[in-house]
């Protein structure tokens, strides 16, 4: 069993940079794949970006990608999320997810979808003002 728990979010002008973090209880968390998702008011919530269980393969959605970096440090059972170039339309909740299938199933795929993921944190506010 794994939890996670975000911070890092907070208010940041358009332009500006944060970083998320999403700190892992459990031994075993290197064997998770890790994702962040974000959830807009009013919307559903949506991908941003993964990362595969060894941290060798990552994933971004195509909105985010060339601006925000998913990382891992094992040794601090920890993910990351840097984001950069922030736009207003980035403001949502953000949530780390974390799941063990991927590494059971001895084969990998980007890890997209909500129902990959079987762990979830309670989710951290960003706020791009413009």
């Known amino acids: 069993q794994v939890q996670l728990v975000e911070s890092g979010g907070g208010l940041v002008q358009a332009g500006g940079s944060l970083r998320l973090s999403c700190a892992a209880s459990?031994?075993?968390?290197?064997?998770?794949?890790m994702g962040w998702f974000r959830q807009a008011p009013g919307k559903e919530r949506e991908f941003v970006a993964t990362?595969?269980?060894?941290?060798?393969?990552?994933s971004y959605a195509d909105s985010v990608k060339g601006r925000f970096t998913i990382s891992r440090d094992a040794a601090k059972n920890t993910g990351y999320l840097e984001m950069s170039s922030l736009k207003p339309e980035d403001t949502a909740v953000y949530y780390c997810?974390?799941?063990?299938?991927?590494?059971?199933?001895?084969?990998?795929?980007?890890?997209?979808?909500?129902?990959?993921?079987?762990?979830w944190g309670q989710g951290t506010q960003v706020t791009v003002s413009s």
């Open positions: 990362i595969n269980w060894s941290g060798g393969r990552t």
């Open positions: 459990g031994r075993t968390f290197s064997r998770y794949d």
């Open positions: 997810a974390a799941d063990a299938r991927g590494f059971y199933s001895g084969s990998y795929r980007p890890r997209s979808r909500r129902d990959d993921y079987g762990y």
